[in-house]
Nanobody, 112 residues
């Protein structure tokens, strides 16, 4: 059974950083890649980033480009979303996903 389990959200001040984790069981991200989405209160879920290690492709939305990045561990079962220079408008529930599976989501709140 495939599962994606997320951790690492929380409250951070504007300008701060957070790292979100997404741990997979039953698949490897090296084979499937990963996408990150977020959903802010009252808004639709939006795609923000994706990476595939088999092709070397890596994409970010304009809203996060230059501030967020994706990495993975050597085993290929954990991916990270590194979030820097956070802004209040980054407040949302963040989700990791592969083609067929989603994490449970983790809350990120950027506030002073």
């Amino acid at each position: 059974q495939v599962q994606l389990v997320q951790s690492g959200g929380g409250l951070v001040q504007p300008g701060g950083s957070l790292r979100l984790s997404c741990v997979a069981s039953g698949l490897t991200f090296e084979e499937h890649g990963v996408a990150w989405y977020r959903q802010a209160p009252g808004k639709e879920r939006e795609w923000i980033a994706g990476r595939r290690w088999d092709t070397g492709n890596e994409f970010y939305s304009e809203a996060v480009k230059g501030r967020f990045s994706i990495s993975r561990d050597d085993a290929g079962t954990t991916v990270y979303l590194h979030m820097n220079t956070l802004r209040p408008e980054d407040t949302a529930v963040y989700y990791c996903a592969t083609e067929d599976y989603w994490g449970q989501g983790t809350q990120v709140t950027v506030s002073s």
